[in-house]
């Protein structure tokens, strides 16, 4: 990351002249800001930035919306500085919590906070795309994105990597659950031991228990020798259920007991094995819905759902399906017979305006299609052959507003998940008219719930 030009917004009312010097000799290009606008500003032409909330100076309660709509707008990777006194607010800690990469209690030493920022710059640097060279494997190697939504994956990925508690990841099919859970791997200790994926909906019910448990020689027909199981493979890494709501009832039981005792019994074995591996799993299911019909265990479910991880759909993502799109173009376009030079207005009218059910999947299968078919030196919606899509197809200017609003509507509830008041907020409108849009537009109102939800978080660091 060292060969890019390393940005600092440091939001301030008293900048500490010391701490400046000691940045700046460390290569940070600093710029001051004296209030929640200007650090706005400042971020707006930044591609990407650190950030310094500097809490002890600046904060006066009434202050905490805008400064919530300036950590929230900005491509930067905010870390806050606070005094212990500040940190027992539950306002300041909700703050930290939901839009800063990390913090500092003051006082703390100078490395400390110069290492907090490096990380969050590179965190940054890596949302907007900006990675260094040397560090990136291809864009679709790694998880692109820089829209509010994709910055708070990225946080929450950041802070369940530091702890070894089972994370479950929910998201539509498509969304990089595998890849979320790939990246939680590679950035928590266990980075340098296994990570065991195994699918549960591929696999069928006789074969499960064998691949999850392995098994002794002897211990069935055609036993001939001991086999390894999956769980047993992550020792020391990580494991990682795919389509968990798949996994039958009797390996439900089984693996219940594993996550309880750690330890798992090879089939036909005596004795336990002990087993340290770091649990992840994913489904696009809804686990509830298949827990009220009794086909999955509640008590499994709350063993894995310690922490959760929610996956946004592509369509929540604005600016970032052009981005991706553009760069499976890039890695991409050696496919085509002529050299193509990206996409036409119709061709990225289309990407915005498509509902994208099979999100980033679908994109790069639609885009690497289109490569290959199109006759033109630029992509066009009828390559991509979203021509059709029906929010393309509007006729009303009624039904654009409708459109409209649904998306504002969902693109809020996607930043405040459960909490109508803040989403409310954010658009500029009452609670009780967000209520009475939603069920204007056929949209179904969720229990607001301003006490974070019932599914925890990741603990703070
Ligand atoms: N943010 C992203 N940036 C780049 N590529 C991505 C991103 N998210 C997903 N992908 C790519 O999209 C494809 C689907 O991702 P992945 O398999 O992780 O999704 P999934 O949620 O597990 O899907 P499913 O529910 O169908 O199993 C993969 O090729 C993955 O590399
Ligand atoms: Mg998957």
Redesign the pocket.
């Known amino acids: 990351m060292d060969a890019s030009p390393r940005n600092l917004i440091y939001l301030t009312r008293t900048s500490d002249q010391t701490l400046r010097s000691l940045l700046a000799e460390r290569g940070w290009s600093i710029r001051i800001a004296g209030s929640s606008r200007e650090a706005e500003r400042e971020a707006s032409r930044n591609s990407a930035a650190a950030g310094l909330l500097d809490l002890s100076s600046h904060l006066d309660k009434h202050e905490l919306a805008s400064l919530e709509r300036c950590l929230s707008a900005s491509k930067v990777g905010w870390v806050a500085a606070a005094t212990v006194d500040q940190m027992a607010d539950p306002a300041i800690r909700r703050l930290i919590r939901d839009y800063c990469f990390d913090y500092v209690t003051l006082p703390c030493p100078d490395e400390k906070l110069v290492n907090a920022l490096g990380h969050a710059f590179g965190m940054a640097a890596l949302a907007v795309g900006v990675v260094d060279p040397g560090h990136a494997q291809g ?2 190697g ?4 820089g829209s509010e939504a ?1 910055l708070r994956l990225f946080r929450s990925i950041r802070k369940v990597a530091g702890t070894d508690a089972p994370v479950y990841i929910h ?10 859970a790939q990246a939680i791997h590679e950035h928590s200790g266990r980075r340098h031991a296994p990570f065991v994926a195994i699918n549960c909906g591929a696999i069928s019910p006789q074969l499960l228990l064998s691949e999850l448990f392995g098994y002794e020689r002897g211990a069935f027909t055609g036993a001939n020798q001991r086999k390894i199981g999956r769980i047993e493979a992550a020792h020391t890494g990580t494991l990682f259920l ?2 968990i709501g798949d996994l039958p009832l009797e390996a439900q039981a089984s693996l219940l007991r594993f996550l309880q005792e750690g330890t798992i019994d090879r089939l036909g074995g005596f004795d336990p094995v002990p087993v340290d591996v770091r649990v992840i799993s ?1 489904t ?1 299911f809804d686990l509830h819905t298949l827990m009220e019909e009794g086909r999955f265990r509640s008590d499994l479910f709350h063993r894995l759902c310690v922490l959760r991880i929610d ?1 946004p759909p592509l369509r929540a993502r604005g600016k970032d399906i052009e981005v ?1 799109a553009r ?1 499976v173009l890039e890695r991409y376009k050696g496919d085509a017979s002529r050299a193509l030079r990206g996409f036409s207005d119709d061709g990225v009218r289309a990407l915005y305006n498509y509902e994208w059910p099979g ?3 679908e994109l ?1 299968n639609r885009v690497r299609r289109a490569i290959v078919m199109t006759d033109s030196k630029l992509v066009t919606a009828a390559d991509l052959e979203l021509g059709q899509s029906p929010i393309a197809q509007l006729k009303t200017l009624a039904e654009a507003r409708e459109s409209a609003e649904r998306e504002a509507i969902e693109m809020a509830l996607e930043r405040h998940p459960g909490r109508l008041v803040d989403a409310a907020r954010e658009l500029g409108i009452s609670r009780v008219t967000l209520y009475r849009l939603m069920s204007a537009l056929g949209m179904s109102t969720p229990r607001d719930d301003r006490d974070d939800g019932d599914l925890p978080e990741a603990a703070e660091g």
């Open positions: 864009p679709l790694e998880m692109v994105g994709m998201g539509e099919s498509g969304t990089g659950k595998e890849l979320t795919d389509e994913a696009h996956n991706l760069h999100n980033v999947r790069i």
